[in-house]
């Protein structure tokens, strides 16, 4: 019959990973993700893709020395982040001495619902990283005795709350222009998308306003997301998605609790292009995995997973593992609403 340790060689978890499709996250679209050999990143502020021209000069003169873009640079840690899970000693017994193959194939496929769970959990955590950043511009965190701040410099200009929810007569288009023409004239180019929950699309959807300047007299007709982007475009507004997928946060006594990655209360306008990356690093265990000879270094995913054991209690261990960060150096051209 077959041991933890047996199943779960470097080998078969390295396998497994690779062959396991999880769902993708919505900031991966936004921070693409990269491998990288460092334990920091450089982190850029306000750096800007428009063209910088250069100058006319006359023969046999020097050219004149560009700079590289970016207002502020600092270099910052990768955040450590990990999770596991223990395999009791009554669930090894079971494993090594099942009463059928049935009950074995259970217990089998139970230990890698563990595997998939503790990934699932690293790549939730880098997901929130992503979402904080671009719905505040910066990354708070406060957890396992860590402490830290990372501010990526969104402008405080590209940070207001507007009374949508609250206010039946506001100005949504108008508030919606606002954002359009600081983020134009602080970074010169347009915003083309927007992410928002569902509660204030439907807000939205709703506006009398909005309804009126599609349908005139027919407003009371029902405006759907793809009228609504329709109209946004011939308005030359950035186009809406939402955004409310859910993941738990346990509490000190275990106690799960449902969080949004998204605000509910998020409104985000930034361009179409991806904002920066998310960095992935190296790990002890990973380092442990590139001396082990029957493991290719290139097959070592973003999350490392290994499994250990313990001898009193007796007990086997999953951990996942990763050091993660996003860089976001496209922040100044992000407005990041509350609407309330």
Known sequence: MPRVEDLLTPRELIDYTMVRQPKPHMGEVFFPERKTEALEIDIIKGANNLPVSAKVHSF????EIGSRDGVERSMQDLALIKR????????????????NSREEAEKVRNIFNDVDNQVAAVRTRVECMRMEAITTGKIVVNENGVRATI???????????????????ADILGGMTEMKKIVKKDSGYDPARTLTSDTILSRILMDTKI?????????????????LNEFLKEQKLPVIATYDEMYRLQDAKGQYVPTRFFSENG???????????????VTAEELELRRDPSVDMDEIGNIVVCQYATTDPVGKWIKAVATALPSFPYADQVFAATIN
Not at 84 to 99: N, Q, T, V
Not at 211 to 227: C, D, F, H, P
């Open 84 to 99: 596991k899970i223990k395999i009791s000693e009554r669930e090894i017994i079971a494993l090594e001495s099942p009463r």
């Open 151 to 169: 501010d990526y410099g969104m402008p405080a200009s590209h940070k207001k709350a507007f009374s949508w929810l609250s206010d039946p007569n």
């Open 267 to 281: 409104f985000v306008m930034m361009p179409d292009w991806a904002l920066g990356n998310t960095f992935y690093g």
């Open 211 to 227: 309804r009126e300047a599609i349908y005139g007299v027919n407003s009371a007709k029902l405006l759907t997301v793809a009228m």
């Open 60 to 63: 046999d003169t020097e050219a």
